[in-house]
């Protein structure tokens, strides 16, 4: 969305009190998983001093229970880049337990998450996402870049072992791949080792259950949920925009996937779920949108008419 478009319609939203109604109508008592990538602190320190009035931050592993009558938000953060180190002071300040969702073999090593290398930019990173797995591979090894091979002069994109371990006693780290692969692009043999090599190189960094895991682009499909439950997982997150609860699909969990470098005003729309609608329409997923909404809209006119008096 253009900047002076987006203006536009993130005040014509606030003007509407559009964020209100939406907490009051469609949030409740419901969970909303807020997706980040790698925000600075100061931008997530705005977002949460918005919310810290008007919901209630929980665990990840909250996201699917029974609603106690208020919106309640989890924070995630995909890939486990380095920068996430410099927001602990932020998840301290606010009480928040955020779920990082790491590439396990990318953190605490000399190495680059893959799309981010300058070979892969230079290969556009888009095309190669839509490639099969061994030819994505198979190119940027020809170019110079193999995902397994430590490089001393590799840009260092995740997390160090060191500040995983300082983290570790505010933070829950889960599962993201090894490598950050498009799953569905993957044969059975990559894919199953990309979940299961995952959940184990996670339970030996941290020492903790590896229970959760992220889609990478939010991308999957009836193998990918299997696999993951075969693996041992409890749940997944999608990107599909909406609220859960206790009723959601725990493999299939919904989120607001926010832009990292978000205004204020610019978040408080984005939790709305309407400025996704651009991005549903690219992807020809109107009637899913539409249907989510009408479903939320059908439940509530339920509930109104169910409390009418006879």
Known sequence: MKPLMREIFTRALLVAGVPTAVRALLWRD????????DPTPATLEAHL??????????????????GNGRPRAAITFDDGHVGNADLLPIFVK??????????????AQQRTHWFLDPVAKHADVKRLI?????????????RGFRQDQLNESAIVSGLSAAQIETMRPYV???????????????????????LAGSR???????GK???????????YGPREIAMLKVAGYKTARTTDVGWN????????????DIEDDSSVSWFAAQLTGFTLAPRYLRLGRVRRFCERFRGRSRSLNQTSQAQRPQ
């Open 30 to 37: 419901r969970v909303a998983i807020l997706l980040y990538h």
């Open 49 to 66: 001093e918005y919310l810290k009035d008007k919901v209630e931050f929980v665990p990840l592993s909250e996201a699917n229970s029974r």
């Open 94 to 107: 606010y009480g928040v337990r955020p779920t990082i969702y790491i590439c396990s073999s990318v953190v």
């Open 130 to 142: 839509r490639m099969k797995n061994d030819e994505r591979l198979a190119e940027l090894a020809a």
């Open 172 to 194: 829950d780290f889960q599962s993201h791949t090894r490598y950050h692969p498009t799953l569905t692009r993957c044969d059975d043999d990559e894919c199953f080792e990309e």
């Open 200 to 206: 184990i190189e996670v339970e030996r960094l941290v």
């Open 209 to 219: 259950p590896c229970e959760h895991f992220a889609y990478p682009y939010g991308i």
């Open 245 to 256: 609860d206790q009723s959601s699909d725990p493999f299939r969990l919904k989120a607001f």
